[in-house]
């Protein structure tokens, strides 16, 4: 492998992840302080690696519910590697030098985000392997969403000169991580992918395209892609939105260091016969730290390497997050200046047509947005993946999100908001893409704001309420409205095969299996009570299974004939949740056992994250949620209530509760005033998103000394 260098930007993201570390956090309302780190380890702890040849890593953060890590290789001129010494992603995958080092054994080390005084190794020797050798031309590098690379596989040492390509370890790749073909020609995904596992999880990473021997499985070589869209780069004027920008003053430095952050230039509103950008506050005010009349940017700082970029408009009002008035909101807009931004309100790759497998850039549908429903397909252009698309998971939704005033530096303190937009995520968002606009897949609508986020869920501000809160302070019934198309569109590049496959996976339900003890207690419920569940004449079988709006807890299996009515089915059973699975027909009738239960559940549909609920449930769940809304938002480990949709009984709504992952919690009712609960864990709810504490706050943030040095 003969890397070229990687651009600056990643390696500077990665400096980065120690520079707002330290920061003390005050715990959110009914929060409880992180717990401390007490150890990282690394698994393996050592091993052999071929040369070119990869070796995933993992590490466990002892003691911490944040598990996040920054990986790095030791004595490799930039912290995530070099040629001599091999790279490491962020997802802690190594890929080992073309040629065995002097000395052959590498040390990878893993530190904890929450804490940098704590970290973990692993050692890695590095051997010859066989006589064949791999080696892939030009090396390590980038490209845009939508674009290719292509890659050729020198062999020696074998006459068959033949290989297969890889992506992240899948034979031809994924829409997804981007695909190759047996020729070498990498396409890269429509989107920046985005780790939805592990230790980073919620934060855009680079892809592996490995090369391996087709005479000898055990000789490969691999290098790192890193995905970017056009949104990061710098635009010309006057420049569309949906693109990087963000406070030209929005940086600090400490100890030497210089951090600077930004966000996402999210759409064109005009009041008063001016336009304005459209934006978070966090991204334009520096959550409340601001002065209005700062210069807003385009790009953001953070790309370009902290130097002040061209002005593309001046901070013109804010919601005050810590002390303002009404329904809150983190936004933000700034008057746009002379000929900087596009008049029309065009967004990158917002589009209502495709041209040659190619989205084409376009403005949303003008005037004032529509309200949130459950289940709507929605999209968004942002600086750091770029144009995704996917689905309203839940509505109504309270929590607390933390904030930082400045750049990685000032006092923390914490919002709690009401009646949000949850949006599945699983890479429709991450770091950077606060301020992006939220819109509906078939009209091209405003429906939110994008101001945070988790690993599994993006979190807007319903757009009704963003224009509300920035009505003129003079005149309160002046409030802006969307510059845009005069006739509703699609968005197009939503219906392309990257974003398609993308959103399915986002809408896709993993199936869970609870433990053999679960399984029994379950089963012997059925039994205890076949003849009653049996008497409901829409139920054909009953049996054991795992619940979906709790996977940890088991569930007794209603089976019922699709499309037959369904009457006052029990919601629990001796205290355990009932779920409903519906098919055209059933191969046995009475109560069966889990087994037989299983093989049932193959003839019916997979699971969805996401069903259509009808008004009148909603509005029993508004009900629900109004009366217990704010008695659980009090309670440990608990960081969202909200109104969504239950999977184990499609049709019905459910009352969301949002949990941190790894925080202790009480035990979860599964059912509330006759409403059935469904639990969401996930990593911190962040403004900005982020899986990284430290990045409470920072939007996305980069060091100015990071810049790699060639190789």
């Known amino acids: 492998m003969r890397p070229n260098r990687l651009p600056w930007f990643i390696l500077a993201i990665a400096a980065f992840l120690t520079g707002c570390s330290g920061v003390n956090k005050a715990p959110s309302s009914g929060q409880q302080n992180p717990p401390p780190v007490s150890s990282v380890t690394v698994t393996p702890s050592s091993g052999k690696v071929n040369k070119g040849g990869s070796q995933a890593l993992s590490a466990t953060v002892g003691g911490a519910t944040d598990q996040s890590v920054f990986w790095s290789i030791a004595g490799a001129g930039s912290p995530t ?51 064949v050798s791999v080696t892939i031309s030009p090396g390590s590098g980038i490209v845009a969403t939508f674009g290719s690379l292509q890659f050729t596989a020198s062999v020696t040492g074998n006459a068959n000169t033949a290989v297969t390509w890889q992506v992240n370890g899948a034979a031809g790749g994924s829409a997804s991580t981007g695909t190759v073909s047996a020729a070498g020609l990498f396409h890269a995904p429509n989107s920046v992918p985005v780790l939805t596992t592990g230790n980073n999880s919620g934060q855009t990473t680079q892809v592996v395209v490995t090369a391996i021997s087709q005479a000898d499985a055990t000789s490969s070589d691999s290098v790192l892609v890193t995905v970017f869209p056009p949104q990061q780069n710098a635009q010309n004027f006057p420049t569309p939105l949906g693109v990087s920008g963000g406070n030209a003053k929005d940086t600090s430095t400490t100890g030497g260091v210089t951090v600077c952050c930004g966000g996402t230039l999210g759409s064109l509103v005009s009041r008063g016969g001016k336009q304005y950008i459209l934006s978070n506050n966090h991204v334009f005010g520096e959550s409340d730290a601001a002065t209005i009349g700062d210069p807003i940017s385009q790009p953001g700082l953070i790309d370009n390497n902290c130097a002040v970029p061209p002005t593309a408009a001046s901070l013109s009002q804010f919601f005050n997050l810590e ?135 993006t979190v807007a501000n319903p757009i009704t309420d963003v224009l509300t809160a920035l009505a003129d302070p003079s005149n309160s019934s002046s409030k802006p409205i969307f510059v845009g198309a005069p006739n509703p569109h699609p968005v197009a590049a939503c219906s392309l095969p990257g974003p398609q496959s993308a959103m399915a996976a986002r809408l896709a339900l993993a199936k869970v299996t609870p433990s053999s003890d679960a399984l029994q207690f379950a089963t012997r419920t059925v039994n205890a009570h076949a003849s009653e569940i049996l008497a409901h004449s829409e139920v054909q079988s009953a049996g054991a299974g795992a619940s979906y709006d709790n996977p940890t807890e088991p569930a007794i299996l209603l089976f019922v004939n699709k499309g037959q009515a369904r009457a006052n089915l029990p919601l629990l059973i001796d205290g355990i949740r009932t779920r409903v699975v519906e098919s055209e027909a059933f191969e046995r009738r009475g109560a069966v056992s889990a087994e037989e239960s299983a093989a049932l559940e193959q003839s019916s549909e997979p699971a969805q994250i996401v069903y259509p609920i009808p008004d009148a449930e909603v509005a029993r769940a508004k009900v629900v949620h109004a009366a217990h809304a704010e008695e659980w938002m009090k309670k440990s480990g608990v960081q969202g209530v909200g109104i969504g949709s239950s999977v184990d009984s499609p049709g019905e709504a459910a009352l969301l509760i949002f949990l941190i992952r790894g925080a202790a919690h009480e035990a979860i009712p599964p059912v509330i005033d006759g409403l059935r609960t469904r639990v969401r864990e996930s990593s911190r709810f962040r403004a900005g998103y982020g899986n990284r504490e430290p990045h409470n706050g920072c939007k996305l943030a980069v060091a100015k000394n990071a810049k790699s040095n060639p190789q």
């Open 81 to 131: 590697g070099d040629s001599p010494h091999g790279f490491i992603d962020n997802a802690g995958v190594y890929i080992a030098p073309t040629s065995v080092p002097s000395p052959a054994t590498i040390t990878v080390k893993a530190t904890a985000v929450a804490d940098a005084t704590k970290s973990g190794t692993a050692t890695l020797t590095i051997q010859a392997g066989s006589a």
């Open 323 to 457: 002390n303002g008035t009404g329904t809150k909101v983190d936004a933000a807009i700034a008057q746009v200046g002379a000929g900087t931004v596009d008049p029309l309100g065009t967004i990158l790759q917002l589009g209502g047509a495709n041209v040659n497998n190619q989205p084409t850039d376009g403005p949303p549908h003008q005037g004032s947005g529509v309200p949130p429903t459950m289940g709507r397909a929605v999209a968004k252009s942002g600086r750091s993946t770029g144009l995704t698309c996917s689905t309203i998971f839940g509505i109504n939704v309270n929590t607390s999100v933390e904030y930082q005033k400045g750049c990685g530096t000032g006092s923390v303190f914490n919002v709690t908001y009401t009646d949000e937009v949850s949006i599945t995520n699983g890479g429709f968002s991450a770091e950077g893409d606060s301020g992006s606009l939220v819109v509906t897949k078939d009209t091209a609508d405003p429906v939110g704001l994008l101001f945070a986020g988790s690993d599994t869920d």
